[in-house]
């Protein structure tokens, strides 16, 4: 028997043993045998391709299950481009089990990958590494039959997966550079894949393609009561808001803690969506902070859910401010602690009903002099308080507008914020307006968006006429900035 008729009966049994659809013109195909210790995901890497090519390619119905010594036919035509990450950003609600098991690993294997020590403590937004070092092929077993292990000859076609584009939603404190180093990107290639011009200008909300990355699939390993889980942003930030929002398949009653803090939980859909607002309390150290979560159905039945929150540093500046001396009885530490107190008693308050939808207004037609989160000195002191508002310089008399709905629940002077006015917006959300010079409401009004509630002025403990705006998310002063730029409704 001649070499060449060996051949071509070995390539006519290939193109029979092949489905009729995926004969064609123009692929090279090489035959790969399984050795030991071998997944579809790893001899997917190691040609460049993706899992679903290789599987749809050998009508392999399922990808976990190849065996030793099976022969896998594979495509090495240059279009048929790999479609598989290097990284995986961990979702709400996803499991180290659950990840590994859509990339065809084990556990064991992502841990290694990863440095993990605790496969419990992986976190939300987390970026786990996917990529396996290849080791050089093994020779063949001696013990299996002789078969060709190359056909560059044969000719197929490759049925790849439909790849839809990654679209990342841009969340407070992102940066491109930052975006860019969790997919493994350059800040140019983001910039190019979105015409951005100018890399310093993304606004939260913006969606963003990611070349080359394929929509993730959910690993989600969640409670069967509990249908969806969402956490926005994916990280949160020190002094910043952060929301929870998931839905039940009944009703359920909700309790639970984050950053050692108990949580008030706003309710719709008849109990069935449930939605906690959070604000992260300057001084949070940056870590990974779980969220417990309980659950519990008209029955009694309880369902537990433990999620890993990253926080990260806000990063705030510094300034001091000098004070006159006829108003330096106002740094008095117990008359800071007892208005202090005071406000904890009002804002610390939950409201069932929401007045407020979409992003918050601005206070005040005026340039920001101040922002939320600088770390204070006063007269030369240390640097032990912070901002806990945004200050806006208006000029005396300005119009001091209500941000959002709500009713006023104080209005009355205060010795270190003057002239004070908090309204309530429900779901724990409230807005204080300090140094005001007058004030038009009283405790009891109900307020709409931009209407006129005061003017700026120079009470309390001031250098100058400025309006101090607050914003307070279940009893945690946060930057209120973010409510203008994002919706939390």
Known sequence: MSSRWLVGFLLAGILLW??????????????????????????????????????????????TNIQVGQRLLIPLSGNARSEIPSTHVVQPGETLKRIAAIYNLSMEELASLNSLEDINTIYVGQVLNLAIPIAPTPAPDPTMPIEPTAVAVAKASVETSSTTPFLYTVQGGDTLFRIATRFGLTVNDLARANNVSDPTLIYSGQQLIIPGVKSPELALDLPPSIVSFQVEPLIFVEGETGRFRFT?????????????????????????????????????????????????????????????????????????????????????????????????????????????????????????????????????????????????????????????????????????????????????VYTGYWHQTQQYVKVGDFVNTEQVIGTIGSTGRVTGPHLHWELWVNGVAVDPMQWVQESFS
């Open 18 to 63: 092949l489905p009729a659809s995926s004969v064609a013109q123009d692929t090279d195909v090489t035959v790969h045998v399984v050795q030991r210790g071998e997944t579809l995901y790893r001899i997917a890497q190691q040609y460049n391709l993706s899992i679903d090519a290789i599987a749809s390619f050998n009508n392999i119905a399922d990808p």
């Open 248 to 428: 039940t398949s009944e009703p359920m009653s909700v309790g639970g803690t984050f950053l050692d803090r108990g949580l008030s939980v706003a309710s719709d859909q008849n109990g069935m969506l449930d939605t906690i607002l959070v604000g992260v309390p300057v001084f949070t150290e940056a870590g990974i902070y779980p969220l417990n979560l309980t659950l519990t159905n008209n029955t009694g039945q309880m369902t537990l859910l433990n999620i890993n929150i990253q926080v990260l540093s806000g990063g705030y500046s510094r300034e001091t401010i000098t004070l006159a001396s006829n108003r330096t009885d106002l740094l008095d530490p117990t008359l800071e602690a007892a208005e202090q107190s005071l406000l904890q008693g009002i804002m610390g308050n939950f409201s069932p009903t929401r007045y407020f939808d979409g992003p918050m207004s601005l206070p005040a037609a005026a340039s920001i002099s101040s922002p939320f989160g600088r770390k204070r000195s006063y007269n030369g002191g240390p640097f032990d308080r912070f901002h806990a508002g945004t200050d806006f310089a208006g000029a005396p008399g300005t119009p001091v507008l209500a941000s959002a709905p709500g009713y006023v629940v104080f209005a009355d002077r205060l010795d270190v914020r003057g002239n004070a006015t908090i309204i309530d917006h429900g779901w724990g």
